[in-house]
């Protein structure tokens, strides 16, 4: 199909991609990769009177350490995430997660800065973002802004960017050494949205033979993704057998939101979720006991 007519602008940096959001009160929107918003352009789901090219400003391509964070800028891609040696080191969670994301031509152009922004509730990052305590730097008129991904992610396609605000970068903490994890999604297809999914990970006490510090989130049922923080309050410090396998299983069931659609039913989208969180911490309990990283 067709796009709708609008105005193309590419700016050389930050303050005037805002300026020029802001001109278009509103009727105007950011391109990074496009993988998203192209398509609904296609199909008239969107019709901006402007796309503001983001490709063009420099630095938020970047890749960086800085001290005790991992910071992406906006338009790392997710190819530049599989490729990166500093990312594999620093957060191999991510890395897994983003071998799931589409196909190689959409991991070729997508950015992480769209997905958040776009915030698709099947969508593998905003998920990781959620379970790995992100921190999501903004720009807007008003300056800089540091927002939780907790807070940052409202619901499906919806965030607490402001009127004129872009995602500049977004940071996650720094992957202590023998930290344990586990990212498993379902989809009908290799490619497809996630019909459901788990990202988890947590630091093992292997003398006590038990875990620490358990981040959980739960993707794909709902409008956003989600923390299953009764899960991660009851497995703490837990000794790894498969009684509190089961346990945490049922706290998750009872905690857990799912919504249908014509993919499939909300008690099939929520089934689905608790099976995969299982097997991870199966996994993970087995690699405590076996004395794997």
């Known amino acids: 199909m067709k796009f709708p007519p609008f105005e193309f602008h590419r700016p050389g940096d930050l303050p005037e991609a805002?300026?020029?959001?802001?001109?278009?009160?509103?009727?105007?929107?950011?391109?990074?990769?496009?993988?998203?918003?192209?398509?609904?352009?296609?199909?008239?789901?969107?019709?901006?009177?402007?796309?503001?090219?983001?490709?063009?400003?420099?630095?938020?391509?970047?890749?960086?350490?800085?001290?005790?964070?991992?910071?992406?800028?906006?338009?790392?891609?997710?190819?530049?995430?599989?490729?990166?040696?500093?990312?594999?080191?620093?957060?191999?969670?991510?890395?897994?997660?983003?071998?799931?994301?589409?196909?190689?031509?959409?991991?070729?152009?997508?950015?992480?800065?769209?997905?958040?922004?776009?915030?698709?509730?099947?969508?593998?990052?905003?998920?990781?973002?959620?379970?790995?305590?992100?921190?999501?730097?903004?720009?807007?008129?008003?300056?800089?802004?540091?927002?939780?991904?907790?807070?940052?992610?409202?619901?499906?396609?919806?965030?607490?960017?402001?009127?004129?605000?872009?995602?500049?970068?977004?940071?996650?903490?720094?992957?202590?050494?023998?930290?344990?994890?586990?990212?498993r999604e379902f989809a009908r297809r290799s490619g497809d949205f996630a019909l459901a999914g788990v990202a988890m990970y947590c630091d093992p006490d292997r003398q006590a033979g038990v875990c620490r510090n358990w981040h959980i989130a739960c993707f794909g049922l709902g409008e956003v993704a989600q923390r299953v923080d009764a899960v991660e309050a009851f497995l703490e410090a837990k000794p790894a057998d498969t009684a509190h396998i089961r346990e945490a299983v049922l706290i998750a069931q009872r905690h857990l939101v799912a919504d249908g659609d014509i993919h499939a039913p909300a008690g099939y989208r929520k089934a689905l979720a608790t099976e995969l969180l299982g097997r991870g911490l199966n996994e993970v309990f087995k690699a405590v006991a076996g004395g794997d990283g």
């Open 18 to 183: 805002v300026d020029l959001l802001l001109s278009y009160d509103g009727e105007a929107l950011p391109l990074a990769g496009g993988q998203s918003l192209l398509p609904m352009m296609a199909f008239r789901l969107v019709a901006p009177k402007a796309l503001i090219d983001l490709s063009a400003i420099p630095g938020l391509d970047g890749i960086e350490l800085n001290g005790d964070s991992l910071r992406l800028g906006a338009l790392v891609r997710w190819c530049d995430v599989l490729c990166s040696p500093v990312i594999a080191n620093a957060h191999p969670l991510l890395v897994e997660a983003v071998r799931h994301v589409a196909h190689y031509q959409v991991r070729n152009r997508g950015t992480l800065g769209g997905s958040l922004a776009h915030a698709d509730a099947a969508a593998e990052f905003p998920a990781i973002c959620l379970v790995s305590d992100a921190m999501i730097d903004v720009v807007g008129r008003d300056g800089k802004r540091c927002i939780a991904a907790r807070d940052f992610l409202l619901g499906a396609m919806e965030t607490d960017l402001r009127e004129g605000e872009l995602v500049a970068a977004v940071r996650f903490p720094i992957w202590p050494a023998g930290r344990l994890w586990h990212f």
